[in-house]
T-cell receptor
Framework: AQTVTQSQPEMSVQEAETVTLSCTYDTSESDYYLFWYKQPPSRQMILVIRQEAYKQQNATENRFSVNFQKAAKSFSLKISDSQLGDAAMYFCAYAIQGAQKLVFGQGTRLTINP | EAQVTQNPRYLITVTGKKLTVTCSQNMNHEYMSWYRQDPGLGLRQIYYSMNVEVTDKGDVPEGYKVSRKEKRNFPLILESPSPNQTSLYFC???????????????FGQGTRLTVV
């Protein structure tokens, strides 16, 4: 069975600095997708970034980028120039063949210190 | 506006009293799912549906029922709720297909359920 592990229950960073959230996963599939979701206090689930496993190039979305290491089964999220609005719970997730079955990690609560 | 709508957003009930959480999407998506979110466990899939009248168990289906009689609706039914079903519940939908578009799940606003 596929599993996703986030080993950092909580992280904090100073505003304007860079922070990296870790995620590892276990799968025997060769073709899959990886995601980072943000959940602010409003509870809304917001897709931050996604990565196709067949792509070697790391995905980027403005201040958000990933470090995808397929052989190591690692998928970390880097947030540059952290802003107060980045404070949230972040979930790493995995899926094969679409988003009908997402497997989530335990979550990392990110605090931004002004 | 494309959205997934869950109701109610908050619910407090007593053990054993049947309840239904509704979920509706307006994007004509084939796939719909229910997840529960618990501290330290992340989100776990309860049930999912590939299309009308096609449902299957997720990772934590015990104590829950679902039905998919219409494409847009996917209600979650707790026939005899227990305190261990106190949780935050999310409905999600996504389109069928290949490629990047099929990988985006749209989530409802969440339902905070407390069973006393």
């Amino acid at each position: 069975a596929q599993t996703v592990t986030q080993s950092q229950p909580e992280m904090s960073v100073q505003e304007a600095e860079t922070v990296t959230l870790s995620c590892t996963y276990d799968t025997s599939e060769s073709d899959y997708y990886l995601f980072w979701y943000k959940q602010p206090p409003s509870r809304q689930m917001i897709l931050v970034i996604r990565q196709e496993a067949y792509k070697q190039q790391n995905a980027t979305e403005n201040r958000f980028s990933v470090n995808f290491q397929k052989a190591a089964k690692s998928f970390s999220l880097k947030i540059s120039d952290s802003q107060l609005g980045d404070a949230a719970m972040y979930f790493c997730a995995y899926a094969i063949q679409g988003a009908q079955k997402l497997v989530f990690g335990q979550g990392t609560r990110l605090t931004i210190n002004p | 506006e494309a959205q997934v709508t869950q109701n109610p957003r908050y619910l407090i009930t007593v053990t054993g009293k049947k309840l239904t959480v509704t979920c509706s999407q307006n994007m004509n998506h084939e796939y719909m799912s229910w997840y529960r979110q618990d501290p330290g466990l992340g989100l776990r899939q309860i049930y999912y549906s590939m299309n009308v009248e096609v449902t299957d168990k997720g990772d934590v289906p015990e104590g829950y029922k679902v039905s998919r009689k219409e494409k847009r609706n996917f209600p979650l039914i707790l026939e005899s709720p227990s305190p261990n079903q106190t949780s935050l519940y999310f409905c999600a939908s996504s389109p069928k297909g290949q490629g990047r578009r099929s990988t985006e799940a749209f989530f409802g606003q969440g339902t905070r359920l407390t069973v006393v």
